[in-house]
Nanobody
Framework: QVQLLESGGGLVQAGGSLRLSCLAS????????MAWFRQAPEKDREFVGG????????TYADSVKGRFTISRDNTRNLVYLQMNSLKSEDTAVYYC???????????????WGQGTQVTVSS
C-alpha cells in the first residue's frame, strides 16, 4: 500500500511559478514510478509528466515540456513538480499517482493522492 499526499497548490499569476510536492508513505514507496496528472473543470484527467522509481527517466506531456520539471528525492519519499511560465490553461486540480511502471495513462496507476488546486490568473 502506498499513500500519497500532495501540497503546494495555490493561486499564481500567469508567467509565475509554483512547486508541488507529493509525499509518498509506505514501506516500498520509493520503488514506485510516480506521475502527475491534472484535471480542469469539465475536462478529462490528463497526464502531465512522470518519473521512474530511480528518477533516471522522465517523460512529459507536450503541453508542459520545457516549462515543468519533475524530480524526486527517494531518501525523503518526495516527488516534486516544478511549474514555471504558468499559463491560465494550466489551471486544474493536480494529482500525484504511483505504480510499478511509468506510463502516461491514468488507468495504469493504482495509487492516487487527493489532489491540490492550481489556479493561474491571467
Amino acid at each position: 500500500q502506498v499513500q500519497l499526499l500532495e501540497s503546494g497548490g495555490g493561486l499564481v499569476q500567469a508567467g509565475g511559478s509554483l512547486r508541488l510536492s507529493c509525499l509518498a508513505s509506505g514501506r516500498t514507496a520509493s520503488r514506485y514510478a510516480m506521475a502527475w496528472f491534472r484535471q480542469a473543470p469539465e475536462k478529462d484527467r490528463e497526464f502531465v509528466g512522470g518519473t521512474s522509481w530511480r528518477g533516471d527517466r522522465t517523460t512529459y506531456a507536450d503541453s508542459v515540456k520545457g516549462r515543468f520539471t519533475i524530480s524526486r528525492d527517494n531518501t525523503r519519499n518526495l516527488v516534486y513538480l516544478q511549474m514555471n511560465s504558468l499559463k491560465s490553461e494550466d489551471t486544474a486540480v493536480y494529482y500525484c499517482a504511483a505504480d510499478r511502471v511509468l506510463g502516461n495513462t491514468d488507468s495504469l496507476y493504482e495509487y492516487w493522492g487527493q489532489g491540490t488546486q492550481v489556479t493561474v490568473s491571467s
